[in-house]
């Protein structure tokens, strides 16, 4: 009898890509998950891993959520017929209530929507972990850089004892 696997977490061993820049440039209050419409030769380069999400973000007009300069390099042999874009904006699959709610935290206090991580949901289905956050300080991010050499110093002194 075979062995059951463990659930895996959506981000861990499914993740396509990540915005490692946005982690330093903001805090993130909290993590909302949101559904891509793709064209087909879209979903065949982030198979092939031709995603590049650093220097995207969300806004939200006239009711929808787009996301903007995420770069999706197209192959060659699957867009040879199709006059491809890469940087096209595209649209995000969110609820009414979360559009809204988004919507008014950014417009009144400030917020920034930042695609943080693009994933494998359920099936073959893309999912972008959208960041809801606020700009980080000069002094906040040379505390957070602190912060992560002390940690990479202890672990490097217990690892010696």
Known sequence: ??????KKSANSSATIARNKRATFEYRFEEKVEAGLSLMGWEVKSIRAGKVNLSESFVMIKNGEAHMYNCNIVPLSAASTHVVADPTRPRKLLLNRRELDRLAGLVERQGYALVAISMYWGKGSWVKLEVGLGKGKKDHD?????????WAIEKARVMKNK
């Open 141 to 149: 991010k040379r505390e957070d850089t602190k912060q992560r050499e």
């Open 1 to 6: 009898m075979a062995k059951k696997n463990p």
